[in-house]
């Protein structure tokens, strides 16, 4: 594959593991009773070091997304179109992922979204997709 590929950090590695599973982990602030995204050492707000890893459904919900037609580096001119998105979990952080399986002609801000969970051949990661509930 020759596209970027992100590269976890000591943070960051619970989620990829996670999606390695095929399953959705995200922090969570016990003492702020809120769930956290993206990865950090410290709560937001209350620099609570409390954070911990739990497992969430990734149901989300469209939030933003674009449709470029022209790609927006050389590694995607083999993929046009794509759609970059912002989702909402349920849980309620926001992430930017990408839009798969799905006419651009039907998407519409807050539609259900699904995870789409993306081997990367030779890769050792999983990425992280959306498409249509």
């Known amino acids: 594959m020759d596209k970027p590929l992100p590269l976890p950090t000591p943070v960051s590695q619970p989620f990829w593991d996670g999606l390695r599973e095929h399953r959705m982990r995200i922090q969570y602030s016990p003492s702020g009773d809120r ?8 709560a937001p707000g209350s620099l609570a070091d409390d954070l911990e890893w739990r497992e969430v459904s990734g ?24 759609l970059p998105a912002i989702v909402e979990l349920a849980e309620g952080p926001r992430l930017t992922t990408e839009l ?13 979204l699904r995870p789409v969970f993306y081997d990367v051949p030779d890769g050792n990661i999983t990425l992280l997709r959306y498409e249509p509930a």
């Open 100 to 112: 798969v399986n799905v006419d651009p002609a039907a998407i519409t801000i807050g539609m259900p």
């Open 59 to 82: 149901a989300a919900a469209l939030y933003s997304f674009a449709v470029a037609r022209v790609p927006s580096a050389a590694a995607w001119s083999d993929s046009p179109p794509q």
């Open 35 to 42: 769930w956290v995204f993206y990865p950090r050492l410290l």
